[in-house]
């Protein structure tokens, strides 16, 4: 599956979702605006790569669990995953896992060698002074 994030109302996408969650909306990811939300997150986070170097980056997304302390077990969850492409975000993955009350969300990125060089040498480039 590789279908572009980009519509608030992608069908598809939530289609996948429906398919994923069955009647659970708590502690899912139920709509294209909240993978919207996911993208923006991680173009945040890649800030420091030029748009044409954040290709191949890969976000794997699971949300928070229950914060009240009467859920005792664990809860029907979500985790979707996206993939930087050229023309921006695509969702590559979703399934159904569970998550433990009191979890906070689960927010990864990975990035390629090439990415984390370019970031690198970005980051440590106002400490080098002409000499």
Known sequence: MKIKIEAI???????ELGKINGKAT??????TKELIDIATRA????????????????????????????YKYAV??????????A??????????????????ENFIIAITDAQAEEIKARAIAPFFVNR
Do not use: D, H
Not at 26 to 31: K, N
Not at 46 to 69: C, D, F, I, Q
Not at 87 to 104: C, H, I, M, N, Y
């Open 76 to 85: 029907k969850s979500t985790r979707v995953t996206i993939e930087r492409g």
């Open 87 to 104: 023309s921006g975000w695509f969702l590559t993955g979703v399934e159904a896992t569970e998550v433990q009350p009191k979890r906070p």
């Open 26 to 31: 708590s502690f899912t990811i139920t709509c």
């Open 43 to 70: 173009e945040k986070k890649l800030e420091l790569l030029p748009k044409a170097m954040r290709k191949g980056a890969v976000v794997r997304y699971r949300p928070a669990g229950p914060s009240a302390r009467s």
């Open 9 to 15: 109302n992608n069908e598809a996408i939530n289609a």
